[in-house]
């Protein structure tokens, strides 16, 4: 049950706090992927003889956000 301690009442307190540490996470492992995926984009321009000058802009097809 969400939101409920192992008693059954309602725990609104740890219920916000471990989705404040859960959201997180989820931003920490978005932030891990994006710097692997620009890591990957550079080794292959770099393979090529090339360097990415500028900014690279992402779009996630999922969700539809846009990292910059």
Do not use: C, W
């Amino acid at each position: 049950m969400p939101g409920r301690n192992q008693e059954g009442y309602s725990d609104p307190t740890a219920s916000m706090a471990i989705s404040h540490v859960a959201k997180e996470e989820r931003r920490d492992e978005e932030e891990r992927t994006l710097r692997r995926i620009i890591y990957i984009m550079r080794s292959v321009a770099a393979a090529f003889n090339f360097e990415i000058v500028g900014r690279i802009t992402l779009k996630d097809k999922g969700t539809g956000r846009i990292y910059r």
